[in-house]
């Protein structure tokens, strides 16, 4: 039984990077999608699509490299856990490595980048921290 679904998304995503894998798949949920969509809006990856498996469908997310096979994705972090939530408004959202990185939140629009947050005047829970 998985506790954290985000948290083994983002090890995947990770593992996958270490690697050079061209894709990752990952169980789908509405969160994943979320975030998913706020790493291809944001840069982070090529596309996401779902792929059909049994029981449950999976999310195939296409990873992207530099010219030179360089990672586009450094680090991603969880910030909020299920035994520790985090939350926080949208004033005291501060960029991630000046601006160079983002934070995922989880608000009552949707899962959207610190950037949207910021602009929309959202807050929410902090799912995790990209660069």
């Given at each position: 039984?998985?506790?954290?679904?985000?948290?083994?998304?983002?090890?995947?995503?990770?593992?996958?990077?270490?690697?050079?894998?061209?894709?990752?798949?990952?169980?789908?949920?509405?969160?994943?999608?979320?975030?998913?969509?706020?790493?291809?809006?944001?840069?982070?990856?090529?596309?996401?699509?779902?792929?059909?498996?049994?029981?449950?469908?999976?999310?195939?997310?296409?990873?992207?490299?530099?010219?030179?096979?360089?990672?586009?994705?450094?680090?991603?972090?969880?910030?909020?856990?299920?035994?520790?939530?985090?939350?926080?408004?949208?004033?005291?959202?501060?960029?991630?490595?000046?601006?160079?990185?983002?934070?995922?939140?989880?608000?009552?629009?949707?899962v959207v980048s610190d950037r949207e947050a910021r602009?929309?005047?959202?807050?929410?829970?902090?799912?995790?921290?990209?660069?």
């Amino acid at each position: 039984m998985m506790t954290d679904p985000i948290a083994d998304m983002l090890t995947r995503i990770r593992n996958a990077v270490r690697i050079e894998r061209p894709y990752v798949d990952i169980p789908v949920s509405k969160v994943k999608r979320g975030v998913a969509e706020v790493l291809k809006r944001e840069g982070y990856i090529w596309d996401w699509q779902e792929v059909e498996a049994n029981p449950i469908g999976n999310l195939r997310i296409e990873l992207k490299y530099g010219p030179n096979g360089e990672r586009v994705i450094q680090r991603m972090r969880r910030v909020s856990t299920p035994g520790r939530r985090v939350y926080s408004r949208s004033k005291k959202l501060r960029p991630v490595l000046n601006g160079m990185g983002i934070t995922i939140i989880s608000t009552s629009h949707g899962v959207v980048s610190d950037r949207e947050a910021r602009q929309q005047n959202l807050g929410g829970e902090v799912l995790c921290e990209v660069w």
